[in-house]
């Protein structure tokens, strides 16, 4: 029994959605269905599903630390396909600017010679907008952050805004604010030549999330697999 899914989809006071058998949370989505994926449930594996669930449940940004190979994307596909959610992945490099991730302003000049500024919107920009034009949390995107260690301190900056939850709303380069409302975020933290340099991530960022770190799997986890 140790070996099996720790999310199940049921029927809760007529709403559909998934119940943690572990930790008796229940996530409510209309388009959940059971996953049919052949996977080893490890230990690890099943804390991963687990602190995924609790994030999005509540509402709380969730960060993963560990090692490339873990099974962390695996566990945020197979949640995100549990619950019927679209997995939005934006890959953070070393060359990573906050335009890249807020929108780049142009500036042109109409058939008037007025001047016409445009921001020309970026994938997380139309993530954020379509997510607060539904009420509809099972219409929700997951929005996975990944590589957070190769972001440089500006960028670092702006995804403390996006993950802190008493931050409403959030400044684009044009003037303009979005308003976040509900959305389920994914940090994933990676070492870097195998040294995990926790301190570069602001305070902020880790304690307005559930951090969680993936051990290695341990002799247990490999038997069972």
Do not use: C
């Not at 807020?102 to 997510?131: C, F, H, P, Q």
């Not at 994914?186 to 902020?204: A, E, H, M, T, W």
């Amino acid at each position: 029994s140790d070996n099996k899914n720790p999310l199940k989809v049921t029927t809760i006071n007529n709403f559909k959605g998934v119940l943690s058998t572990r930790t008796n949370i229940f996530n409510k989505s209309p388009k959940a269905r059971e996953n049919k994926q052949n996977l080893a449930f490890t230990q690890t594996f099943k804390e991963m599903l687990d602190v995924l669930h609790l994030g999005f449940s509540i509402n709380n940004p969730v960060i993963f630390e560990g090692n490339p190979g873990q099974g962390k994307q695996t566990a945020i596909k197979y949640i995100a396909e549990m619950l019927g959610y679209e997995v939005i992945n934006i890959v953070i490099s070393k060359t990573t600017k906050v335009d890249d991730l807020l929108g780049k302003i142009t500036i042109k000049r109409d058939d008037n010679n007025e001047i016409n500024v445009n921001l020309i919107e970026t994938k997380l920009v139309r993530a954020l907008k379509s997510n607060n034009k539904s009420d509809d949390d099972s219409k929700k995107p997951i929005i996975v952050f990944h590589n957070l260690n190769n972001a440089s301190s500006a960028v670092l900056a702006v995804l403390n805004t996006i993950f802190d939850q008493h931050q409403k709303d959030l400044l684009l380069p044009d003037g303009s604010t979005i308003i976040k409302g509900r959305i389920n975020l994914v940090g994933i933290f990676n070492p870097q030549n195998g040294i995990f340099n926790r301190d570069k991530l602001p305070s902020s960022l880790i304690y307005s999330s559930i951090y969680h770190i993936v051990n290695n799997p341990d002799e247990f986890d490999i038997l069972s697999v």
